[in-house]
């Protein structure tokens, strides 16, 4: 997971970050107007529904993990191990 602009995971900040963006009465209306204007309505409704999440604490969990694997001529790839 990587980290936002606000040195917290991104996952873990996206539903206080989007509930706060919609609050705001002049910043919540202008990305209102912007994302309609645009046509992009569907992601403003995204990020309206994302606001009323309530998220559970995410940061005990653990879905798997990132290996970098070597390959042919000094190149790596990038696997997830998922766990079941």
Request: hydrophobic share 35%; aromatic share 8%.
């Amino acid at each position: 997971m990587t980290k936002g602009p606000n040195k917290e995971s991104t996952l873990t900040s996206a539903f206080s970050e989007a509930k706060r963006l919609i609050q705001d009465k002049v910043l919540g209306k202008s990305f209102e107007l912007f994302a309609t204007h645009t046509g992009n309505r569907d992601f403003y409704n995204y990020v309206e529904n994302l606001s009323d999440l309530n998220p559970k604490d995410v940061s005990d969990v653990h879905l798997g993990q990132l290996a970098l694997v070597p390959d042919s001529l000094n190149k790596h790839r990038l696997v997830a191990m998922v766990d079941y």
